[in-house]
């Protein structure tokens, strides 16, 4: 078996790659190694959709992974029942900037009518479905060790640093957290047909912004603990 772990900057795979047995570099930001008897490719694609999409095309072509992992840190909308150092994981992710803002408010794809993926005879507009079958086992293999989530993940380009946007945000879509690449890797492993989970760390809850409240040490070293508990167990 040969999975994919794709993350935004180097701190969020640093516990992964040092796990990993045999790791070499396979080309710029995209290590491969050994854990547990499967074959592993880690690639940092910095931040943001383009850069994860264009990384996830890369990966996709050289390797052709059996499953992808989308790992890092994330803030968590208020009263979701998430704490900073909780785990979520994605049952769907939702481009939350994709649209048109206009005097009554934001209007996504599909109040426009323009879908943003078509493939195999389907339409998806901002919203992409992931495979329940393969969170439901990631969830109960993270569930065991850590408070665990699964909810929809919003990708946004714009991250919300106000409670009124937070607020607008989750109410609009039921969400549980949000980051910035999710979606954008959600679309390209549906465009190569592969299954794709995203485990993230939750580093601080989305209100007016706050660093001191925030902890990304601890959210992105339980997020990879709980990407190697779903290596292992896989």
């Not at 994605?90 to 493939?119: H, N, Q, R, S, W």
């Not at 993270?142 to 409670?163: A, D, E, H, P, R």
Request: glycine share 8%; net charge negative.
């Amino acid at each position: 078996m040969l999975i994919s772990i794709f993350c935004s900057v180097p701190f969020e795979a640093k516990i992964i790659l040092d796990s990993l047995i045999d790791c070499k570099m396979q080309s710029f930001g995209i290590m491969r190694g050994i854990y547990c008897n499967k074959q592993i490719i880690v690639a940092v694609t910095g931040i943001g959709k383009v850069n994860a999409a264009h990384v996830c095309t890369k990966v996709f072509e050289q390797f052709a992974p059996d499953i992808v992992i989308s790992t890092g840190i994330g803030g968590a909308y208020p009263e979701t029942g998430l704490n900073v150092g909780d785990i979520a994981i994605a049952a769907e992710e939702i481009y939350g900037d994709e649209g048109v803002l206009c005097l009554d408010g934001f209007k996504d794809m599909t109040e426009i009518g323009l879908p943003i993926i078509i493939t195999n005879n389907r339409q998806f507009y901002n919203k992409i479905e992931l495979d329940k079958e393969t969170i439901d086992k990631v969830f109960n293999i993270i569930n065991k060790s850590y408070t665990c989530k699964k909810g929809t993940f919003i990708t946004v380009s714009t991250c919300s640093g106000t409670l009124k946007r937070a607020k607008e945000l989750k109410e609009s879509y039921n969400g549980l957290c949000e980051n910035m690449e999710g979606a954008s890797i959600a679309h390209i492993s549906n465009l190569y047909g592969l299954k794709m989970v995203e485990i993230r760390g939750i580093s601080n809850i989305v209100e007016d912004r706050n660093k001191s409240a925030w902890d990304i040490n601890l959210a992105s070293r339980n997020a990879q603990e709980a990407v190697l508990a779903v290596l292992k167990a896989l």
